[in-house]
């Protein structure tokens, strides 16, 4: 089982930047695939990106690909969400996600352990 805890929200401008930070429980971290995804008011949580175990290959959803990267250290039980160009559409709760699945599949059936979530908001 893989506890997730999330930190690293606030109130940023709008193309500003902020780091997400997610810490994991349990010696098996490295054997997961982590994801991040976001739920505005409203709307159905989305899948922001995900990373394979060693980090060798990272993925992201269109509306976030090339100002969003994804990393983690498998050493410290940690991956990152390095967000910058933020916008006002990317406020949100974002959430820190464990998969026993493929990198692949984002569908937040497919994660199986969650973090509680860190708001980020984004001010024009």
């Known amino acids: 089982q893989v506890q997730l805890v999330e930190s690293g929200g606030g109130l940023v401008q709008a193309g500003g930047s902020l780091r997400l930070s997610c810490a994991a429980s349990g010696r098996t971290f490295s054997s997961y695939i982590m994801g991040w995804f976001r739920q505005a008011p409203g709307k159905e949580r989305e899948f922001v990106g995900g990373?394979?175990?060693?980090?060798?290959?990272?993925i992201y959803a269109d509306s976030v690909k090339g100002r969003f990267t994804i990393s983690r250290d498998n050493a410290k039980n940690m991956v990152y969400l390095q967000m910058n160009s933020l916008k006002p559409e990317d406020t949100a709760v974002y959430y820190c996600?464990?998969?026993?699945?493929?990198?692949?599949?984002?569908?937040?059936?497919?994660?199986?352990?969650w973090g509680q979530g860190t708001q980020v908001t984004v001010s024009s």
């Open positions: 990373i394979d175990w060693n980090g060798g290959r990272t």
């Open positions: 996600a464990a998969s026993r699945n493929i990198l692949a599949r984002t569908s937040t059936a497919a994660y199986d352990y």
